[in-house]
């Protein structure tokens, strides 16, 4: 069980994607550069941080639904991997969601050819295929809800968790599970006095 960003490190090692690893943490996240951010968080750091959302938040709620904690944390560290070959693209970009899925994917099964539960897990991601597949996209959107929390604070912005929680939430519905959706609104209410 992974607890703390050490762990990750070594699980991401023991996953032999550590050459993948090391270009996604050059790779500073786009939806973050296009809004301005200072110095914003990398792919890599994107991903430890929903991994750890796992069990340094959700722990108990995870457990209570019965789903496979190393697993969901184990999609959550590769989800973003082909990101350093294909690109980050956000919503704003260009490329149709169909492109994307087709140049992701293409390049993930390049990358994970020899490791079948880890393609699995990325496949499982992309299409929701098991509770937890649906729960780790879950957690990627509401840790750049989190993100945006942190940044909006930083900055002394005053929109960009309600751009994220509109986005992901109202529009998207892509958070449904009760605990994420509550610490959604919980991030989305509580803004900087």
């Known amino acids: 069980m992974l607890f703390t960003r050490t762990n990750c490190h070594e699980r991401i090692s023991t996953l032999s994607l550590w050459e993948s690893y090391k270009a996604v943490a050059r790779l500073k996240r786009s939806g973050w550069v296009r809004r301005g951010i200072l110095d914003p ?22 457990e209570i639904l019965g789903l496979d904690i190393l697993r969901t944390q184990d999609t959550l560290l590769i989800h973003d991997i082909g990101e350093w070959v294909v690109g980050d693209f956000t919503p704003h970009d260009t490329i149709s969601p169909e492109e994307k899925r087709k140049n992701e994917e293409k390049t993930i099964r390049e990358i994970l050819w020899h490791n079948h539960y880890l393609l699995d897990l990325w496949l499982d991601y992309e299409d929701s295929r098991t509770p937890e597949g649906k729960l780790a996209m879950e957690l990627d959107k509401l840790q750049a809800i989190e993100k945006a929390r942190e940044y909006e604070d930083r900055y002394e912005l005053s929109w960009l968790v309600e751009e994220f929680f509109t986005y992901s939430v109202i529009k998207k519905k892509q958070i449904q599970t009760d605990f994420l959706l509550r610490y959604a609104t919980h991030l989305y209410e509580n803004k900087p006095r």
Do not use: G, K
């Open 41 to 62: 968080e990398s792919v890599a750091e994107h991903q430890i941080s929903a991994a750890l959302m796992v069990t340094q938040q959700f722990r108990r709620e995870i």
